[in-house]
């Protein structure tokens, strides 16, 4: 589960193209990360893949299901969004539960699933709480177990720790990857930050104006960049 193949994918605004054309593969369990400069489509993309925008031209596939059409919640994916995206008044049990609440799920099916997700993210003694009685790691600890509750066969995050402080978003990284390790399900990881992708990517895919410059493991970036762009993004010597 979670693998996921974009064809041709093509997305304008209007007059405006964003996205020409894309072609990528994301294996099962792969955590994948796009990076590239401000402006060059990260989030469309990732949008696209999520379904919160239709694509203009192309397809994408999920576990070899054609999902082109199909919307947000039939994709079987969760976005994690940056931790002040949590409802204030509501408890980190009731923020977390919200999308199991939206898809009516029994509260006995709902509160094990929220107790499973604290217990991988160390929120067991902190459900009672609002969001602004935890620190910053622990909301964005709160954004991700909204997301794992839904056991989503692949996790997409839109650039999660851009507004964290520096030691914090450090943690916040090493945390990530090791939930990558726990659940082994595919994520999708947007940043524009090149440390981030070369410290967190099994795969990293370099995005410029809408077009994938080069597709490779941080180490085969880093050695053999495509180009000088890559060269220079990625701070090879080359
Ligand atoms: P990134 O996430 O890499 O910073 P985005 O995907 O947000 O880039 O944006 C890529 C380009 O698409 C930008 O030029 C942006 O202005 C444009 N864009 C994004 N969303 C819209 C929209 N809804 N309508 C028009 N243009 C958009
Ligand atoms: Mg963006």
Do not use: W
């Amino acid at each position: 589960m979670g693998s996921i193949t974009l064809k041709s994918v093509r997305k304008a605004f209007g007059e405006v193209e964003v996205i020409p054309g894309v072609d990528l593969e994301i294996n099962e369990g792969e955590f994948v990360v796009f990076v590239g400069p401000s402006g060059c489509g990260k989030s469309t993309l990732l949008r696209l893949i999520a379904g919160l925008e239709d694509v203009t031209d192309g397809q994408i596939m999920i576990d070899g299901k054609n999902v082109t059409d199909a919307s947000p919640a039939k994709r079987g994916l969760a976005m994690v969004f940056q931790s002040y995206a949590l409802y204030p008044h509501m408890s980190v049990r009731k923020n977390i539960a919200f999308p199991l609440k939206m898809a009516k799920m029994p509260e006995a099916e709902r509160e094990k699933r929220v107790q499973h997700a604290a217990g991988i993210l160390n929120l067991t003694d902190y459900l009672d709480r609002r969001p602004g009685q935890l620190s910053g790691g622990q909301r964005q600890r709160v954004a991700i177990g909204r997301a794992i509750v839904r056991e989503p066969s692949a996790f997409l995050f839109d650039e999660p720790l851009s507004n964290l402080d520096a030691a914090l978003r450090v943690n916040m990284r090493v945390e990530i990857s090791e939930l990558h390790k726990k659940l082994a399900t595919t994520m999708i990881y947007v940043t524009h930050d090149q440390v981030e992708a070369m410290t967190m990517a099994d795969k990293i895919v370099v995005l410029r104006a809408g077009r994938i410059e080069q597709v490779g493991s941080p180490l085969e970036l880093y050695r053999s960049p495509a180009n000088r762009f890559v060269g220079g993004f990625i701070g090879s010597p080359n």
